[in-house]
């Protein structure tokens, strides 16, 4: 069978079937929503970045222990791109993939990940319990606080925005803006 171009229904319908867990739901809308408004930043194609975002975290509910390994199977058995598969595998490298983020793509997914876990962990502390009126800074502050969101790896995030050439002000400022529009979706549009 030969590759179709998913869907975002396509990439929906998988995280659904693989994922019943509403927080992992919701961390595959967050970084979904990162990865759209990265795409249109840096004039890239929003909706194949966004369906990446979407199912990246595919296996991971149902395989833990082969995170990565597992979407790769499950989304070529379902006949989908390369490119997608790659992108997708590549969030995990150096922790459960070999598959090292070359692509703009693959680096923003790389550094956004774990960030759209800070970011929501600190608007949930917020008084309004929202992303919509945060600031880099509170994140700021946050992230030098180990403790705070203590399984966010924060070397990834840095390592990411070193790959991608960008200061981590910067790559904070769009995982904010791209939470923003997803804040209903993610539960993070306040109280």
Known sequence: MEEKTP????????LKEYN???SL???????????????????????????VGLIHDLDYERYPEEHCA???EILETHNWPAEYVR???SHGWGLCSDIKPESRM???LYAID????LVAANALVRPSGSVLDMTVKSVKKKWKVPAFAAGVNRNIIQKGAEMMGVDIEELIED????????AHETGLAGR
Do not use: F
Request: hydrophobic share 35%; with cysteine; net charge positive.
């Open 175 to 182: 995982t904010i803006m791209g939470m923003r529009e997803v």
């Open 70 to 72: 597992k979407t790769k």
């Open 106 to 108: 693959e680096k923003t």
């Open 87 to 89: 992108a997708a595998v």
């Open 114 to 117: 774990e960030l759209t876990g």
């Open 7 to 14: 869907t975002r229904q396509d990439a929906l319908s998988l």
């Open 20 to 22: 019943k867990n509403e």
């Open 25 to 51: 739901i919701r961390h595959a809308y967050a970084v979904e929503g990162v990865m759209r408004y990265c795409a249109r930043k840096h004039g890239e194609d929003e909706e194949k970045w966004g369906i």
